[in-house]
């Protein structure tokens, strides 16, 4: 079945690099996501990948996309307490339409 | 625009009651669904619609109802809650699939709902 899996937490120092891991499952997922949740807030699509591309970067983050181990990055360089936040991975259900399937999260902490 | 829209923020249930969350969106999105997020499990999808009169569960729909009689407007009904609704609900909107005006397939979530059943 579908699943995405997720570590829960991750503490970096600021300015240091951040990496949040992710691995799903459906191979023939055509759309895979970064989502940001800010503390009481909804979630905001950070950046995202076709399944065609191996790498793509925007300013800070980098997506890096391996699709023979099934596993999707999220790098944030020069990580700031602003990025504290939970980040969601999610692939697009290969079924069809618009239907997401999310990983649990991984909450970034950035600390001085 | 607004966007996606959730009433109400915030709300107390006793268990049995029923309620219903609204959700309103004004971007003219044909998908519709409900997300329910839990500590340690992220998002669970409850129900989705790809149109007007279209409705389809998700992973865990027991428990809800939902109906679709406008684009806009997708309601999410708790007919008699329990505690294990506890939780906080967003719902989020999308073009269909192949997208219509954007090729990113971006969900656009509303700020949640949090229900509380006692």
């Known amino acids: 079945g579908e699943d995405v899996e997720q570590s829960l937490f991750l503490s970096v120092r600021e300015g240091d690099s951040s990496v949040i891991n992710c691995t799903y499952t459906d191979s023939s997922s055509t759309y895979l996501y970064w989502y940001k949740q800010e503390p009481g807030a909804g979630l905001q699509l950070l950046t995202y990948?076709?399944?065609?591309?191996d790498m793509k970067q925007d300013q800070r983050l980098t997506v890096l996309l391996n699709k023979k181990d099934k596993h999707l990055s999220l790098r944030i360089a020069d990580t700031q307490t602003g990025d504290s936040a939970i980040y969601f991975c999610a692939e697009r259900f290969s079924g069809g339409y618009n239907k997401l399937i999310f990983g649990a999260g991984t909450r970034l902490a950035v600390h001085p | 625009n607004a966007g996606v829209t959730q009433t109400p923020k915030f709300q107390v249930l006793k268990t049995g009651q029923s309620m219903t969350l609204l959700c309103a969106q004004d971007?003219?999105?044909?998908?519709m669904s409900w997300y329910r997020q839990d500590p340690g499990m992220g998002l669970r999808l409850i129900h989705y619609?790809?149109?007007?009169?279209?409705?389809d569960q998700g992973e865990v729909p027991n428990g809800y109802n939902v109906s679709r009689s406008t684009t806009e407007d997708f309601p999410l009904r708790l007919l008699s809650a329990a505690p294990s609704q506890t939780s906080v609900y967003f719902c989020?909107?999308?073009?269909?699939?192949?997208?219509?005006?954007?090729?990113?397939?971006?969900?656009?979530f509303g700020e949640g709902s949090r229900l509380t059943v006692l």
């Open positions: 989020a909107s999308s073009y269909s699939f192949p997208d219509r005006g954007s090729n990113t397939g971006e969900l656009f």
């Open positions: 619609s790809v149109g007007a009169g279209i409705t």
């Open positions: 971007m003219n999105h044909e998908y």
């Open positions: 990948i076709f399944s065609n591309m």
